[in-house]
């Protein structure tokens, strides 16, 4: 396998208020834990400024509208509770859909088999036209119609294992038989969408799973419900929410997956990549909040996508 890590070298210009979960310190964490050298053999790409115009493939007319006016000239605005935007934040926003966007490319152009963007903020919370989860534009959703726009994809698949449910992907695509969308998540939890009854046009698959459970619940979960599923779909292109906040780490959530549990997952998605779709793979980073946990869980992630085995890799 040909892996490419993209990352995104103006990470740190999306302030948010000391102590927030979602913090620069993140890809800090992640850029250390793939310089190891198990991670030699990843081809390495700097993400370029995106067209934030694109947003419009997803969200409403208004949406980046409203990010503007929102974005104050210095210091920290704030959207919701939970949600915050700086001067530098839709700057940021763009070079991480540049990076996602690169990857595409050079996953859809044969240059790699697949990718991993290490990038911020997340995106799966942002709806159709409301901002939300820590999330400005939903970068995940964006990529998936470009890929149908640009490439002519026919069948897009979004996996998501985020601990939270990606209500604004759903939101997004719940009537589009297209796109297909399949969450694992913590459920009672923000922000309390995703029951399993909760299934679009026949193209939504959720799987919700209960508090303190780990490993052996999630691939039940994937075994049974979002693995069939998605072989159903038939994809030709997976695209991957990769949140590592159901680790047991992790303080906003009360899963208990270990770090190897995100190599398992990558795994059968592998798989069915192989199977379906010429192992086209683009993950992008979503959540993850405990520095520790983050680094292990995508220590695990892109170790599989590399060579299908996660090897010694500390926990």
């Known amino acids: 396998m040909s892996t490419l890590l993209v990352n995104q070298p103006?990470?740190?210009?999306?302030?948010?208020?000391?102590?927030?979960?979602?913090?620069?310190?993140?890809?800090?964490?992640?850029?250390?834990?793939?310089?190891?050298?198990?991670?030699?053999?990843?081809?390495?790409?700097?993400a370029p400024s995106g067209d934030l115009t694109l947003a419009e493939l997803v969200h409403n007319a208004a949406y980046m509208a409203k990010l503007r006016d929102a974005r104050p000239a210095e210091g920290i605005g704030q959207l919701d509770p939970d949600t915050f935007i700086s001067a530098g934040s839709l700057a940021v926003a763009g070079t991480g859909l540049g990076g996602a966007l690169s990857a595409l490319d050079a996953v859809l152009m044969g240059e790699v088999d697949n990718a991993f963007c290490a990038i911020r903020p997340p995106g799966h919370h942002a709806e159709i036209a409301t901002p939300m989860g820590f999330c400005l534009i939903n970068t995940v959703a964006i990529t998936a119609r470009e890929a149908q726009r640009k490439y002519g994809a026919e069948r897009v698949a979004i996996i998501d294992f985020d601990v939270h449910h990606g209500n604004g992907t759903q939101d997004i695509f719940k009537a589009d038989p297209s796109v297909f969308y399949?969450?694992?998540?913590?459920?009672?939890?923000?922000?309390?969408?995703?029951?399993?009854?909760?299934?679009?046009?026949?193209?939504?698959?959720?799987?919700?799973?209960?508090?303190?459970?780990g490993g052996a619940e999630m691939r039940d979960a994937y075994l049974t419900r979002i693995i069939p599923a998605l072989v159903d779909f038939s994809p030709d292109l997976i695209l991957i929410s990769a949140g590592?906040?159901?680790?047991?780490?992790?303080?906003?959530?009360?899963?208990?997956?270990?770090?190897?549990?995100?190599?398992?997952?990558?795994?059968?998605?592998?798989?069915?990549?192989?199977?379906?779709?010429?192992?086209?793979?683009?993950?992008?980073?979503?959540?993850?909040?405990?520095?520790?946990?983050?680094?292990?869980?995508?220590?695990?992630?892109?170790?599989?996508?590399?060579?299908?085995?996660?090897?010694?890799?500390?926990e």
């Open 244 to 314: 590592f906040d159901a680790h047991e780490r992790d303080p906003l959530a009360q899963l208990n997956w270990s770090s190897a549990d995100y190599g398992w997952i990558t795994g059968k998605l592998m798989d069915v990549a192989d199977r379906y779709c010429g192992n086209r793979i683009v993950s992008l980073l979503e959540g993850g909040y405990d520095l520790k946990g983050l680094a292990g869980g995508v220590s695990h992630h892109v170790a599989m996508l590399m060579d299908g085995a996660i090897g010694h890799l500390d």
């Open 182 to 213: 399949a969450s694992s998540h913590q459920m009672p939890l923000f922000p309390g969408t995703g029951r399993a009854d909760e299934t679009g046009v026949g193209n939504i698959a959720n799987s919700p799973l209960d508090p303190h459970t």
């Open 10 to 46: 103006n990470f740190a210009d999306h302030v948010t208020p000391q102590g927030h979960p979602e913090r620069a310190d993140r890809l800090r964490a992640v850029e250390d834990a793939l310089a190891r050298p198990r991670f030699d053999k990843l081809i390495r790409r700097d």
